[in-house]
């Protein structure tokens, strides 16, 4: 199966430091000869690893602003956390304005959508009546996360579009009616705060689904919307102050407002409430908001302010907004229009199979049990594994060997080393001195 990933890793700058094995949620990253490999199955595009490599050596790849001239008419997607990174006193009306003066022909506020996803929520949760509880689509590193450890969990997940797919619908229709274009000739370029979020754009593209057409990291376009913001005009939001709050922790389940709702934030604390769910122990909540960024989208890898200033910014700029209902046929008809109803579903991916034999692969954790025991238990990352049970793994793999492991390598060469001694005090029978007689 083929993987998309915005996560790339540039192999000149790397050092084989093994920081980023050590921070991945799902020990995708191994570090051999010296240079951390990506393996593409496990990988979910959170964005750790380029937050902790001290060298540079993961990037997100994203479109750049020159994709604008391969269409005729073109619709900025900016994410509700795109307002965080400038200052306040600029308003939300200037920024859009500003996208404008980058080029773009059109805005639509990805804020507007997510506030027609939780009408869509709202209504979905009012009528489900399955296992307890639902858990967010909205962030798709979470979604893969719940396909590569948490595949028991994929039928909780939320069947409701994501807000960026259902804004690229309504955005692309609207200009078909307005330019009379054909949809191949607009470009829709989401403005993304994190890799997952452009992953989730190119594998949409891969199923053939109209949605973006591609994404763009806001810290490339950063320095860009600074100047622009010099001479932009103003441009009316049509969001409100609900939508907007999506950018950060919290703010789905306070635009859903219904419910007995639970919010976590950062992809190793969502792993813990995962695992308690997948225990059965948070069955008293109805929904789960999941954020794999600190703070949420405010605190994506592909922003430029510290997250707990964005925060503050994200908030003073949503207290210039209204407060839409979101029970409003407006709302309604925006959801509607969107097609809120997701028809691709997770799957579960074969990344933590040992074989694809059923047979074989419990042979192999065998294998892996009585390995694992051989192992320190250190988790110490030297042998470029992320711990000394991932290291079992690839050895039963044929991915690594025992001597990877510095513990195990030091007390092969302490026997050898008195192997060597004892063997060169030993001599052949010829050279041997005669034993001299006690007479």
Known sequence: MKYFHSVHLERDKCKGCTNCIKRCPTEAIRVREGKARIIEERCIDCGECIRVCPNHAKVAVGDKLERLQ???YTIALPAPSFYSQFDPANGIPRLLGALLKLGFNAVFEVALAAEAVSWATRRFLEEYDGPRPLISAACPAVVSLIEVRFPSLINQVIPVEPPVNVAARIAREQ??????LPPSKIGIFFLSPCPAKITAVRQAKAREESLADGSIPIMDIYGE??????SADQVLPLAGSQGVGWGRTGGENEALGYGRLLEVDGIHHVIKVLEA???GELKQFDYIEAQACPGGCVGGPLMVRNPFEARKILDFLRRSLTSRDIESEEIRNLAERGRWRSRWRPEPRPALRLDEDIA????????LEETARLLPG????ACGSPN????AEDIVRGQASDTDCIFLLRERVRVLAEEVVELARKLPPPLAEPERSSK
């Open 378 to 381: 250190l988790d110490c990352g």
């Open 225 to 230: 919307c600074l100047d622009a913001l010099k």
């Open 277 to 279: 769910v997948e225990k």
């Open 70 to 72: 391969d269409f005729e």
């Open 388 to 391: 000394c049970r991932a290291l």
């Open 360 to 367: 074989c692969a419990l042979v192999k954790m065998q294998q």
């Open 175 to 180: 200009a078909v009616r307005s330019t009379g």
